[in-house]
């Protein structure tokens, strides 16, 4: 498997994924011709692209997908009420449980935010798995099972609790808004998840959707490391994603 964070943040998302046959986006929350250009700066023809896989309506999210489709008509992934809160005219497929392709299974994981139907995504193939989780106030422990000792993560940790707080721009309720059980994950929530989540055989960890005003990549990237080693596990590969420039290409 090949994963490719080709973009991170409040201002876009999507990230790239392949397995086997198949190469896969994960939402399309940035320009489309972004995300052609990042595309082919990994070898990756957006011709190529057979399905693209949506998370939730909000435009950071989906802001590119219909200028992506009326150009290669990827095969669209979504449930019927993301579809009619983005408005999207597509053809799409209605998802809400796991799916096949060629080998390749994609199961939904419901999350925690304020748009509709919203979730994360497992994608597995011969024995490895991405996790994508981001924009949840907090993961039901009900799917702990089901999220641990994964491949790769794609892990949202998007502020600092005292940096947000403390945030004059910000009003009061939208401070509550990101803090809240619809809102976002923390450093601190991010990194004990994934503490709890990390296995023997994960083997790299991308931390998300970081609020440029909220967050840095050194304050996520500490939390993450101390609270791993307060926990006394061992990992060391973790990549810090960004608004505007590609992750590394990871092979698994």
Same mark, same amino acid.
């Given at each position: 498997?090949?994963?490719?964070?080709?973009?991170?943040?409040?201002?876009? *998302?999507?990230?790239?994924?392949?397995?086997?046959? %198949?190469?896969?986006?994960?939402?399309?929350?940035? !320009?489309?011709?972004?995300?052609?250009?990042?595309?082919?700066?990994?070898?990756?023809?957006? !011709?190529?692209?057979?399905?693209?896989?949506?998370?939730?309506? #909000?435009?950071?999210?989906? @802001?590119?997908? &219909?200028?992506?489709?009326?150009?290669? %008509?990827?095969?669209?992934?979504?449930?019927?009420?993301?579809?009619?809160?983005?408005?999207?005219?597509?053809?799409?497929? *209605? +998802?809400?449980? $796991?799916?096949?392709?060629?080998?390749?299974?994609?199961?939904?994981?419901?999350? &925690?935010?304020?748009? $509709?139907?919203?979730?994360?995504?497992?994608?597995?193939?011969?024995?490895?798995?991405?996790?994508?989780?981001?924009?949840?106030?907090?993961?039901?422990?009900?799917?702990?099972? =089901? +999220?641990?000792?994964?491949?790769?993560?794609?892990?949202?940790? *998007?502020?600092?609790?005292?940096?947000?707080?403390?945030?004059? %721009?910000?009003?009061?309720?939208?401070?509550?808004?990101?803090?809240?059980?619809?809102?976002?994950? !923390?450093?601190?929530?991010?990194?004990?998840?994934? !503490?709890?989540?990390?296995?023997?055989?994960?083997?790299?960890?991308?931390?998300? #959707?970081? $609020?440029?005003? *909220?967050?840095?990549?050194?304050?996520?990237?500490? &939390?993450?490391?101390?609270? =791993?080693?307060?926990?006394?596990? @061992?990992?060391?590969?973790?990549?810090?994603?960004?608004?505007?420039?590609? $992750?590394?290409?990871?092979?698994?």
């Amino acid at each position: 498997m090949q994963v490719c964070v080709l973009a991170s943040g409040s201002k876009g *998302n999507c990230t790239y994924i392949g397995a086997g046959s %198949h190469k896969i986006l994960v939402d399309i929350g940035t !320009s489309s011709l972004s995300i052609e250009k990042k595309l082919k700066a990994l070898g990756v023809n957006p !011709s190529e692209i057979d399905s693209v896989f949506i998370t939730h309506a #909000h435009t950071d999210h989906v @802001s590119g997908v &219909s200028v992506f489709y009326k150009k290669y %008509h990827p095969h669209i992934y979504m449930s019927d009420a993301i579809c009619k809160e983005a408005n999207l005219k597509v053809d799409y497929t *209605n +998802l809400n449980e $796991s799916i096949d392709l060629d080998g390749l299974i994609i199961t939904p994981v419901p999350t &925690s935010h304020d748009a $509709s139907d919203a979730r994360g995504y497992i994608f597995e193939y011969e024995g490895k798995s991405v996790v994508y989780m981001t924009d949840t106030g907090y993961i039901s422990e009900k799917y702990y099972k =089901l +999220l641990t000792n994964r491949t790769v993560y794609v892990m949202e940790s *998007n502020h600092d609790i005292e940096l947000l707080m403390n945030n004059e %721009h910000y009003p009061h309720q939208v401070k509550m808004r990101i803090l809240g059980d619809s809102g976002h994950l !923390s450093n601190k929530d991010s990194s004990l998840y994934l !503490s709890k989540f990390i296995g023997n055989d994960t083997k790299k960890v991308f931390l998300a #959707h970081l $609020s440029e005003q *909220n967050n840095t990549k050194e304050m996520a990237y500490n &939390s993450l490391k101390e609270t =791993l080693k307060r926990k006394h596990i @061992s990992f060391d590969d973790i990549s810090i994603t960004d608004q505007r420039e590609a $992750s590394e290409l990871v092979e698994v």
